[in-house]
Protein backbone atom coordinates (compact mmCIF):
# COMPACT_ATOMS: atom_id res chain seq x y z
CA UNK A 1 0.00 0.00 0.00
CA UNK A 2 3.05 2.24 0.70
CA UNK A 3 3.14 2.74 -3.42
CA UNK A 4 -0.12 3.20 -4.43
CA UNK A 5 -0.91 6.55 -6.03
CA UNK A 6 -3.12 9.40 -4.73
CA UNK A 7 -6.43 9.06 -6.43
CA UNK A 8 -8.21 11.97 -7.99
CA UNK A 9 -11.25 10.69 -6.18
CA UNK A 10 -9.82 11.78 -2.70
CA UNK A 11 -10.50 15.66 -3.49
CA UNK A 12 -14.30 14.64 -2.84
CA UNK A 13 -13.48 13.14 0.51
CA UNK A 14 -15.44 14.91 3.75
CA UNK A 15 -12.16 15.02 5.49
CA UNK A 16 -13.65 18.16 7.50
CA UNK A 17 -15.96 15.98 9.40
CA UNK A 18 -12.83 13.28 10.71
CA UNK A 19 -11.48 13.05 14.05
CA UNK A 20 -7.48 13.86 14.66
CA UNK A 21 -5.64 10.96 13.03
CA UNK A 22 -3.09 10.85 15.81
CA UNK A 23 -3.53 12.19 19.69
CA UNK A 24 -1.82 14.83 21.23
CA UNK A 25 0.28 14.55 24.06
CA UNK A 26 1.94 16.70 27.25
CA UNK A 27 4.54 16.16 29.97
CA UNK A 28 5.69 18.82 31.69
CA UNK A 29 9.12 20.91 30.03
CA UNK A 30 7.17 20.51 26.52
CA UNK A 31 7.64 23.64 24.52
CA UNK A 32 4.67 23.94 22.81
CA UNK A 33 1.06 24.56 23.99
CA UNK A 34 -2.08 22.43 23.18
CA UNK A 35 -5.35 22.81 23.23
CA UNK A 36 -8.66 23.23 22.20
CA UNK A 37 -10.01 26.51 19.16
CA UNK A 38 -13.87 26.72 19.62
CA UNK A 39 -14.73 27.49 16.36
CA UNK A 40 -17.60 29.45 14.92
CA UNK A 41 -17.17 27.63 11.67
CA UNK A 42 -17.86 24.65 12.30
CA UNK A 43 -19.95 25.04 16.30
CA UNK A 44 -17.49 22.92 17.56
CA UNK A 45 -13.62 22.81 19.23
CA UNK A 46 -11.13 22.21 17.05
CA UNK A 47 -7.57 20.88 17.98
CA UNK A 48 -4.47 22.87 18.13
CA UNK A 49 -0.71 21.71 18.99
CA UNK A 50 0.96 25.09 19.52
CA UNK A 51 0.07 28.58 19.78
CA UNK A 52 1.23 29.28 16.21
CA UNK A 53 -1.72 26.75 15.01
CA UNK A 54 -4.61 28.77 17.11
CA UNK A 55 -3.54 31.82 15.81
CA UNK A 56 -3.62 30.09 12.30
CA UNK A 57 -7.61 28.45 13.45
CA UNK A 58 -8.80 32.04 14.60
CA UNK A 59 -7.60 33.47 11.33
CA UNK A 60 -9.80 30.59 9.18
CA UNK A 61 -12.16 31.24 11.43
CA UNK A 62 -12.64 34.54 10.38
CA UNK A 63 -12.21 33.98 6.81
CA UNK A 64 -15.91 33.54 4.95
CA UNK A 65 -14.57 31.45 2.27
CA UNK A 66 -13.79 28.54 4.98
CA UNK A 67 -16.76 26.10 6.02
CA UNK A 68 -15.17 23.19 7.38
CA UNK A 69 -12.31 22.92 9.30
CA UNK A 70 -10.35 19.47 11.10
CA UNK A 71 -7.43 19.33 12.59
CA UNK A 72 -4.51 16.53 11.53
CA UNK A 73 -7.05 15.12 8.76
CA UNK A 74 -4.38 12.39 7.30
CA UNK A 75 -0.88 11.05 7.71
CA UNK A 76 0.73 10.11 4.67
CA UNK A 77 3.45 7.42 4.52
CA UNK A 78 5.75 8.44 1.29
CA UNK A 79 7.07 5.42 -0.64
CA UNK A 80 9.55 3.25 0.74
CA UNK A 81 13.37 4.68 0.05
CA UNK A 82 12.56 8.19 -0.24
CA UNK A 83 15.54 9.60 1.53
CA UNK A 84 15.32 11.59 4.99
CA UNK A 85 11.41 11.44 5.32
CA UNK A 86 9.22 8.25 6.62
CA UNK A 87 6.08 10.18 6.84
CA UNK A 88 3.92 13.63 7.31
CA UNK A 89 0.73 14.52 9.44
CA UNK A 90 -1.02 17.83 7.98
CA UNK A 91 -1.94 20.16 10.29
CA UNK A 92 -5.27 20.88 8.81
CA UNK A 93 -7.66 20.71 6.32
CA UNK A 94 -10.26 23.24 5.17
CA UNK A 95 -13.62 23.03 3.36
CA UNK A 96 -14.06 25.54 1.02
CA UNK A 97 -16.92 27.70 -0.22
CA UNK A 98 -16.40 26.40 -3.75
CA UNK A 99 -16.29 22.91 -2.58
CA UNK A 100 -12.51 22.62 -3.03
CA UNK A 101 -9.99 22.06 -0.11
CA UNK A 102 -7.10 22.81 1.31
CA UNK A 103 -4.50 21.23 3.24
CA UNK A 104 -2.44 23.33 5.70
CA UNK A 105 0.82 23.15 7.48
CA UNK A 106 1.75 25.13 10.04
CA UNK A 107 5.42 26.27 10.75
CA UNK A 108 7.03 29.34 12.64
CA UNK A 109 9.13 31.37 10.21
CA UNK A 110 12.84 29.91 11.47
CA UNK A 111 11.50 26.38 10.82
CA UNK A 112 10.17 26.91 6.67
CA UNK A 113 13.95 26.41 5.28
CA UNK A 114 14.41 23.26 7.36
CA UNK A 115 11.15 21.90 6.23
CA UNK A 116 11.06 23.00 2.71
CA UNK A 117 11.61 19.60 1.09
CA UNK A 118 8.40 18.11 3.27
CA UNK A 119 6.52 20.76 1.67
CA UNK A 120 7.23 20.44 -1.69
CA UNK A 121 6.61 16.94 -1.29
CA UNK A 122 3.10 17.38 0.39
CA UNK A 123 2.25 20.39 -2.10
CA UNK A 124 3.00 17.89 -5.19
CA UNK A 125 1.07 15.14 -3.14
CA UNK A 126 -1.88 17.83 -2.90
CA UNK A 127 -1.83 19.13 -6.53
CA UNK A 128 -2.18 15.43 -7.54
CA UNK A 129 -5.35 14.85 -5.24
CA UNK A 130 -7.24 18.33 -6.26
CA UNK A 131 -6.46 20.61 -3.19
CA UNK A 132 -4.74 23.56 -2.46
CA UNK A 133 -1.82 23.43 -0.23
CA UNK A 134 -0.85 25.72 2.08
CA UNK A 135 2.18 26.77 4.48
CA UNK A 136 1.17 28.92 7.15
CA UNK A 137 3.81 31.17 9.62
CA UNK A 138 1.95 33.51 11.33
CA UNK A 139 -0.24 36.55 11.02
CA UNK A 140 1.65 40.64 10.87
CA UNK A 141 0.59 43.50 13.16
CA UNK A 142 -1.83 45.10 13.43
CA UNK A 143 -4.02 42.77 12.00
CA UNK A 144 -3.10 40.05 14.01
CA UNK A 145 -3.98 41.86 17.15
CA UNK A 146 -6.95 42.91 15.80
CA UNK A 147 -8.07 39.76 14.97
CA UNK A 148 -7.24 38.59 18.34
CA UNK A 149 -9.30 41.42 19.69
CA UNK A 150 -12.54 40.95 16.98
CA UNK A 151 -12.35 36.90 17.56
CA UNK A 152 -12.98 37.06 21.13
CA UNK A 153 -16.93 38.22 19.96
CA UNK A 154 -17.12 34.95 18.04
CA UNK A 155 -19.06 33.02 20.62
CA UNK A 156 -23.04 32.68 20.26
CA UNK A 157 -24.11 34.77 23.70
CA UNK A 158 -22.95 37.31 21.38
CA UNK A 159 -24.80 37.07 18.55
CA UNK A 160 -27.81 39.04 18.00
CA UNK A 161 -31.18 37.55 17.38
CA UNK A 162 -32.74 37.68 13.79
CA UNK A 163 -35.23 40.62 14.60
CA UNK A 164 -32.16 42.54 16.10
CA UNK A 165 -29.55 42.08 12.78
CA UNK A 166 -31.55 44.35 10.61
CA UNK A 167 -31.87 46.68 12.95
CA UNK A 168 -28.01 46.86 13.51
CA UNK A 169 -27.66 46.91 10.09
CA UNK A 170 -29.96 49.97 9.83
CA UNK A 171 -28.24 51.55 11.81
CA UNK A 172 -24.62 51.03 10.65
CA UNK A 173 -25.94 52.42 7.04
CA UNK A 174 -23.81 52.37 4.50
CA UNK A 175 -21.23 52.82 7.32
CA UNK A 176 -20.48 54.72 10.30
CA UNK A 177 -17.65 54.64 13.48
CA UNK A 178 -18.16 51.89 15.71
CA UNK A 179 -19.35 54.40 18.44
CA UNK A 180 -21.60 55.71 16.03
CA UNK A 181 -23.14 52.33 15.58
CA UNK A 182 -23.43 51.19 18.79
CA UNK A 183 -25.26 54.79 19.91
CA UNK A 184 -27.42 54.91 17.14
CA UNK A 185 -28.53 51.12 17.49
CA UNK A 186 -28.90 51.09 21.09
CA UNK A 187 -31.50 54.32 20.80
CA UNK A 188 -33.49 52.15 18.16
CA UNK A 189 -33.16 49.07 20.51
CA UNK A 190 -33.60 50.82 23.33
CA UNK A 191 -30.77 48.30 24.82
CA UNK A 192 -27.49 48.78 26.94
CA UNK A 193 -24.96 50.15 24.28
CA UNK A 194 -22.44 47.23 25.76
CA UNK A 195 -24.71 44.58 24.62
CA UNK A 196 -25.35 46.56 21.32
CA UNK A 197 -21.29 46.78 21.02
CA UNK A 198 -21.03 43.03 21.58
CA UNK A 199 -23.79 42.42 18.86
CA UNK A 200 -22.22 44.59 16.34
CA UNK A 201 -18.64 43.30 16.95
CA UNK A 202 -19.82 39.48 16.54
CA UNK A 203 -21.59 40.54 12.52
CA UNK A 204 -17.78 42.07 12.03
CA UNK A 205 -16.49 38.42 12.98
CA UNK A 206 -18.93 36.43 10.88
CA UNK A 207 -18.47 38.49 8.31
CA UNK A 208 -22.26 40.46 7.70
CA UNK A 209 -20.24 43.70 8.82
CA UNK A 210 -16.71 44.50 7.76
CA UNK A 211 -14.34 45.88 10.01
CA UNK A 212 -10.88 47.00 8.68
CA UNK A 213 -7.85 45.40 10.13
CA UNK A 214 -4.63 46.52 8.63
CA UNK A 215 -5.66 49.31 11.24
CA UNK A 216 -5.50 49.71 14.37
CA UNK A 217 -9.27 49.32 15.99
CA UNK A 218 -11.05 51.67 18.07
CA UNK A 219 -14.43 52.69 18.71
CA UNK A 220 -13.64 55.78 15.92
CA UNK A 221 -12.63 52.66 13.58
CA UNK A 222 -15.03 52.74 10.40
CA UNK A 223 -17.77 49.61 9.80
CA UNK A 224 -19.76 49.54 6.93
CA UNK A 225 -22.06 46.50 5.41
CA UNK A 226 -19.95 43.54 4.11
CA UNK A 227 -20.03 43.56 0.16
CA UNK A 228 -20.58 39.64 -0.05
CA UNK A 229 -23.38 40.03 2.87
CA UNK A 230 -25.84 37.43 3.01
CA UNK A 231 -29.32 37.43 1.79
CA UNK A 232 -31.62 38.89 4.71
CA UNK A 233 -33.34 35.53 4.72
CA UNK A 234 -30.11 34.57 5.86
CA UNK A 235 -29.30 36.78 8.37
CA UNK A 236 -30.56 35.28 11.34
CA UNK A 237 -29.37 31.76 10.59
CA UNK A 238 -26.14 33.03 10.12
CA UNK A 239 -25.90 34.87 13.01
Known amino acids: MLDEPVLSAWASLRLEHGLPVRSFFSWPGKRNYEGSW ?15 ERDFLMLADYDQDVLGIASQPFAVLWPKGTEGVRGHVPDFFLRLRDGSGRVVDVRHRDHLEAGSRQFAMTRALCEEAGWDYEVFSGISEPRFSNLRWLSGYRLPRYAPTGTVVPVILEAVGSGISVSGAVRRAARMLMLEPSIVQAHLLHLAFVGILDVGLDESLSMDAWIAPSQEMLPMSSLAAAS
Not at 38 to 52: D, I, K, P, R, Y
Open 38 to 52: WSSTTGSHVSFESLL
